[in-house]
């Protein structure tokens, strides 16, 4: 008897619910990426002397992002093979995107190879210019683009 009873708030359950368990939420590559950029600016390894931690953590970041959105698989290759594919890539149609990630992936080599100290100004800038290239090639949701030309109309 107890069983049935147990099964009978199972199913009235999953009837108001639709599932026992919720889905996780997956976030587009330019959300993660953001989050994963925002979780090392916060943690500022590269104030602590930490400076080729710090570069290996964002470019990790941006490669995983490249792969992930571009389809590119830029965990294999070097930071001059990336620049060159993320350069001929029709969807990237902005030259600073790829300046800003050029300027990243060029530095993280000096500083993860040729043990260069950047400056403070160069670590921020390496930071800045991540955020600005995942924000400038993020894939754009139509929905959002319909309403910005609504916006658009109606001004």
Do not use: C
Not at 30 to 43: F, G, M, N, T, V
Not at 63 to 87: C, G, H, P, Q
Request: no cysteine; proline share 3%.
């Amino acid at each position: 008897v107890l069983l049935v009873a147990l099964i009978i708030i199972m199913v009235m359950r999953k009837k108001n619910k639709g599932y026992f368990f919720t889905p996780p939420v997956v976030l587009p590559p330019h959300a993660r990426a953001l989050k994963e950029l925002d979780k090392i600016k916060q943690s500022k390894i590269w104030q602590q002397n930490r400076e080729k931690e710090f570069y290996t953590s964002v470019t990790d970041v941006l490669r995983k992002y490249i792969l992930e959105r571009f389809n590119i698989n830029a965990l294999e290759m070097t930071s001059s093979e990336i620049i060159d594919k993320v350069k001929n890539n029709s969807q990237i149609e902005s030259d600073s995107a790829v300046d800003n990630l050029q300027q990243v992936l060029q530095l993280a080599d000096m500083v993860k190879f040729a043990k260069q100290k950047p400056l403070q100004d160069e670590n921020d800038l390496s930071l800045m210019n991540a955020f600005f290239f995942v924000t400038q090639t993020k894939e754009v949701d139509l929905s959002e683009e319909e309403g910005k030309e609504e916006n658009e109309k109606n001004s």
